[in-house]
């Protein structure tokens, strides 16, 4: 990516930390059960919100841990929203949309982290899917059915959010974060 180019001036002496831990998220939203099992879309939103679900999970677990753990979330959080830059410029919008469009995916962003939160800080399962249903598989999107298996989701992600409060702000500031399997939540194929 030509952005690793001009790393060097980024004020950030961890980038290799960074990238490893942005990577580590964009790997765990990736998983094929994801999009084949728990039909989460296959489609640049579908995998955005994925994303941004992790993301969050990792934002929930470095919350409120100290200045260092902080400042590396604010280094990813930055590294998440590059990289959307970026994907969005290669869908082929032009730089003079690009600037509406980054605002609207940072609201959507956003408007998801306290909802999420607050259902995760509850262990509310029924809360935390309606959503997951209702951010992933809003109604009447271009009048397709989305049906995603939200149950599943949800108990994956409060699994995730329970995992990664079993790693030490050590292991966090190494960069080696990583997300348990989600095959490994529930049955893994999508049956609530």
């Known amino acids: 990516m030509i952005l690793s180019l001009f790393r060097h001036n980024k004020p950030n002496?961890?980038?290799?930390?960074?990238?490893?831990?942005f990577a580590a998220i964009v790997?765990?939203?990736?998983?094929?059960?994801?999009?084949?099992?728990?039909?989460?879309?296959?489609?640049p939103l579908g995998r955005y919100e994925c994303v941004s679900l992790h993301m969050i999970l990792f934002l929930h677990r470095t919350r409120d841990r100290g200045e260092a753990v902080e400042a590396l979330a604010q280094d990813v959080l930055d590294e998440f929203f590059t990289d959307l830059d970026h994907?969005?410029?290669?869908?082929g919008v032009g730089?003079?949309?690009?600037?509406?469009?980054?605002?609207?995916?940072?609201?959507?962003?956003?408007?998801?982290m306290g909802p999420y939160?607050?259902?995760?800080?509850?262990?509310?399962?029924?809360?935390?899917a309606e959503s997951i249903?209702?951010?992933?598989?809003?109604?009447?999107?271009r009048g397709e059915v989305v049906d995603i298996d939200e149950v599943q989701l949800a108990r994956y992600s409060l699994a995730m959010a329970d995992h990664l409060a079993t790693l030490?702000?050590?292991v966090i500031l190494s960069g080696d974060l990583a997300f348990?399997?989600?095959?490994?939540?529930?049955?893994?194929?999508?049956?609530a």
């Open 27 to 43: 790997d765990a939203a990736r998983q094929p059960v994801l999009y084949a099992n728990w039909r989460v879309p296959d489609t």
């Open 133 to 141: 249903d209702r951010n992933m598989a809003p109604s009447g999107l």
């Open 117 to 128: 939160w607050e259902a995760i800080d509850g262990r509310d399962l029924t809360t935390l």
């Open 87 to 91: 994907s969005v410029r290669e869908l």
């Open 95 to 112: 730089d003079a949309g690009v600037p509406k469009r980054m605002k609207k995916l940072g609201k959507m962003f956003y408007g998801r």
């Open 13 to 21: 002496a961890n980038t290799a930390i960074v990238d490893r831990t």
């Open 180 to 191: 348990a399997g989600a095959q490994t939540v529930g049955a893994g194929d999508g049956e």
């Open 168 to 170: 030490s702000d050590e």
